[in-house]
């Protein structure tokens, strides 16, 4: 099917509306695995939930609960509204049968699970791409937390330190 672009749409009242934040500080709401289980079980078990179907059902109990910054707040905005008609979008018509289709824009925001699915799948393929036949292992090496303050202030310094100590205990 060939579509091409005949009318653009444009809703501006759809918008996510983000409560402003209460003074006071609540307990973090807990869901029951009753309620988990109504969210996660959709009626066509082939339909899933998105994350901006999440934040718009609980998106607003849980601000008002969670102090968040406001960076949080907008992306939490952009992901619901992603790919809706509060962002615009146009009208596609197939040339041979004249069916109609809206498309909506998206949010192009970098944490949008819609928008950034196709960037993963290709930065994914290309580090597989990279990857040897050979078996990989991945080690991790803690250091006591009183050292913390002290590796955040000087990284370079204390990780040139440390790399020779881990590289003997590999061995």
Same mark, same amino acid.
């Given at each position: 099917?060939?579509?091409?672009?005949?009318? @653009?749409?444009? /809703?501006?009242?759809? =918008?996510? +509306?983000?409560?402003? %934040? +209460?003074?006071?500080? =609540? #307990?973090? @709401?807990?869901?029951? %695995?009753?309620?988990l289980i109504k969210l996660f079980d959709a009626t066509d078990s082939k339909i899933t939930p998105e994350i901006a179907d999440i934040f718009?059902?609980?998106?607003?109990?849980?601000? /008002?609960?969670?102090?968040?910054?406001?960076e949080h707040y907008k992306i939490m905005n952009a992901i619901v509204v992603c790919r809706t008609a509060s962002l615009g979008g146009h009208v596609e018509v197939?040339? !041979? &049968?004249?069916?109609?289709?809206?498309?909506?824009? !998206? &949010?192009?925001? %970098?944490? &949008? *699970? +819609?928008?950034? $699915? #196709?960037?993963k $799948? %290709?930065?994914l /393929? $290309?580090?597989? $791409? /990279?990857? #040897?036949?050979? *078996?990989?292992?991945?080690?991790?090496? @803690? #250091?006591?937390?009183d050292l913390n303050l002290v590796i955040l202030c000087n990284k370079k310094i204390m990780l040139r330190i440390q790399k020779p100590d881990t590289r003997r205990a590999v061995r």
């Open positions: 099917m060939n579509f091409f672009y005949k009318i @653009t749409l444009k /809703e501006k009242n759809i =918008k996510f +509306k983000i409560p402003k %934040r +209460k003074h006071t500080r =609540k #307990l973090p @709401t807990i869901f029951s %695995r009753s309620d718009c059902k609980y998106g607003k109990a849980y601000i /008002e609960s969670h102090p968040i910054p406001l197939c040339d !041979s &049968c004249g069916k109609k289709q809206n498309s909506y824009n !998206s &949010c192009r925001n %970098r944490h &949008c *699970p +819609k928008c950034q $699915a #196709l960037t $799948a %290709r930065w /393929e $290309a580090m597989q $791409a /990279e990857l #040897l036949s050979v *078996p990989y292992s991945h080690n991790v090496f @803690t #250091l006591p937390h």
